[in-house]
């Protein structure tokens, strides 16, 4: 059985990667004196969103892929996936460093960056999981 490398290595970068955005949340949150909810802040809400938006896709994208590298093997397929996904995930995180990205406040001109790369790396994301759970579904198939 091959270890499942590929998933630890993206599971090790969005780790680090969602623990820096806690931390932008935490921050600002010490910063202002706002503790739960967002009270009406558009940046503590953009911020909140930014950093639980990668904590609902991220685990299970891991977690899948660590289950098609069990069964699979560490092809290029997974290695390429799990570039995607991670590319995605930093799209999709700058896309949200902005107001026009997540509100779409002042999404005009050169600020329409920001809704293309929230979109991209929202249609990206799902793309790739859309690409593992079939991969997987056909690698558990192959196991029978």
Do not use: C
Request: proline share 1%; aromatic share 8%.
């Amino acid at each position: 059985m091959t270890l499942p490398i590929y998933s630890a290595l993206l599971g090790a970068a969005l780790l680090v990667v969602q623990n820096l955005l806690m931390l932008t949340v935490g921050i600002y949150r010490t910063r202002t004196g706002k503790s739960a909810g967002v009270d009406g802040d558009i940046k503590l809400e953009r911020l909140a969103r930014r950093h639980g938006n990668l904590a609902e896709n991220a685990a299970i994208f891991v977690a899948v892929l660590t289950l098609y590298e069990l069964l699979a093997g560490q092809t290029a397929f997974a290695l390429w996936i799990a570039l995607l996904f991670a590319f995605a995930r930093l799209l999709h995180i700058a896309g949200f460093s902005d107001q026009a990205g997540s509100h779409l406040v002042g999404a005009e001109g050169s600020k329409k960056i920001f809704v293309m790369m929230r979109g991209g790396g929202a249609g990206l994301s799902a793309v790739a999981s859309l690409l593992l759970g079939i991969n997987l579904a056909l690698a558990a198939m192959a196991v029978f």
